[in-house]
């Protein structure tokens, strides 16, 4: 199985402050031949089903606003929130699709000030 | 607009069976992988199965061989997971979630079903 080592496991930040957390995987998750990354961010909100953020490691599902961005290759990724809102409290979690088993992360607790 | 509607949250006696169902509608069903996740409380996401309900093909987590089953309506567009021999380690919520083939990621889940093993 793929491991996801997702850190930190929780941030305390004030609303405005840059955010970044990281996602390692135990191996690579870029195929080769379509040069695509497997790897997917999440968001859960307190007593909410997960969504979508990011998926393909760099690519803004739509409506995610802009200040989120993910980046990263291979088996590094981090997701960065530019500048941190009220509405941003919740988990997040990053996903492998690359194979089965899917695996998350175990996830990082955004927590305001 | 993509919808998956899961059914009502259970109680279950330990040793028993529960089946959850999850309806999609917005999109051809058929088109789509259904996925299922377990988020135990105050825990993480865990991958149970997928199933392709076009050719009825299913993949599960090993850890989940034996515990979970997943089937698949394509007349009434509805998704079913059994989970057989419950313990209080299955008490969880199961989401349901669609997997886009061009993206490979979950972009429409469902609302959750949980499930509560107790006597």
């Known amino acids: 199985d793929i491991l996801i080592n997702q850190s930190p496991a929780s941030l305390t930040v004030s609303a405005g402050e840059k955010v970044t957390m990281s996602c390692k995987s135990s191996?690579?998750?870029?195929?080769?031949?379509?040069?695509?990354?497997?790897l997917a961010w999440y968001q859960q909100k307190p007593g909410q089903f997960p969504k979508l953020l990011i998926y393909g490691a760099s690519n803004r599902h739509t409506g995610v606003p802009d200040r989120f961005t993910g980046s990263g290759s291979g088996t590094d990724f981090t997701l960065t929130i530019s500048s941190v809102q009220a509405e941003d409290l919740a988990d997040y979690y990053c996903e492998q699709t690359y194979s089965y088993p899917y695996t998350f992360g175990a996830g990082t607790k955004l927590e305001l000030k | 607009e993509v919808k998956l509607q899961q059914s009502g949250d259970e109680l279950v006696r330990p040793g028993a069976s529960v089946k959850m169902s999850c309806k999609a509608s917005?999109?051809?069903?058929?088109?789509?992988?259904m996925h299922w996740v377990k988020q135990s409380p105050g825990q993480g996401l865990e991958w149970i199965g997928t199933?392709?309900?076009?050719?009825?093909?299913?993949s599960y987590n090993q850890k989940f061989k034996g515990k979970a089953t997943l089937t698949a309506d394509k007349s009434s567009n509805t998704a079913y997971m059994e989970l057989s021999r419950l313990t209080s380690e299955d008490s969880a919520v199961y989401y349901c979630a669609r997997l886009e083939y061009t993206t490979d990621c979950f972009d429409y889940w469902g609302q959750g079903v949980m499930v509560t093993v107790s006597s």
């Open positions: 917005g999109y051809t069903f058929t088109d789509y992988a």
């Open positions: 191996q690579s998750l870029l195929y080769s031949e379509n040069n695509q990354d497997y």
């Open positions: 199933i392709i309900p076009l050719i009825d093909t299913t």
